[in-house]
């Protein structure tokens, strides 16, 4: 009948199970819901996460949270998710992952940039900026972030139509 596992402990109780399902452990929050509480999981990996792969994971975390009475006596709503595109890329995976995506970050140096990232290793990143190719090491970048980029409804399920009109 211990107390709820603070956020660390949380973290360090979920790191090896979400690894274990293939997934990097990205955020953990806990977040009071009226008489419950929401324990919100964050998972990414290469390739994104699927409908599936979210239920596989809640069921693995799930069960380890109840073998480790780890939310305490108090009830739990959890939900697992993967990152939305407003999460910041911090770290060489979310660069990664964003490959083919465009990107802004702000520079250490007081700047912007703004590019397509068309690579992205441990060291940096690899910016398409208007056309010229760019590199970036991480420790010049503070943070990134995926801009939205709208299509028209038509565009996605077109194949045959290629065409540029805007």
Not at 121 to 136: K, T, W
Not at 151 to 160: I, T
Request: negative net charge; aromatic residues 4%; hydrophobic residues 35%.
């Amino acid at each position: 009948m211990g107390s709820a596992f603070s956020q660390e402990r949380l973290m360090k109780l979920l790191l090896p199970v979400v690894g274990a399902e293939g997934f990097d452990l990205e955020d953990i929050t806990v977040t009071p819901a009226g008489k419950r509480r929401l324990l919100r999981v964050v998972v990414d990996r290469d390739g994104g996460v699927s409908l599936d792969d979210v239920a596989e994971v809640s069921q693995a975390v799930g069960k380890t949270l109840d073998s480790e009475d780890a939310m305490g006596a108090t009830p739990y709503v959890l939900e697992v998710t993967s990152p939305g595109v407003d999460r910041p890329l911090t770290l060489p995976r979310h660069w990664r992952r964003a490959t083919g995506r465009l990107i802004k970050a702000d520079l250490r140096d007081g700047g912007t940039v703004e590019g397509r990232v068309s690579a992205a290793d441990e060291s940096g990143v690899d910016l398409d900026v208007a056309g010229s190719p760019r590199r970036f090491d991480y420790e010049d970048l503070t943070r990134g972030r995926v801009q939205v980029e709208f299509r028209r409804a038509g565009d996605a399920d077109d194949a045959d139509d290629d065409g540029d009109e805007g």
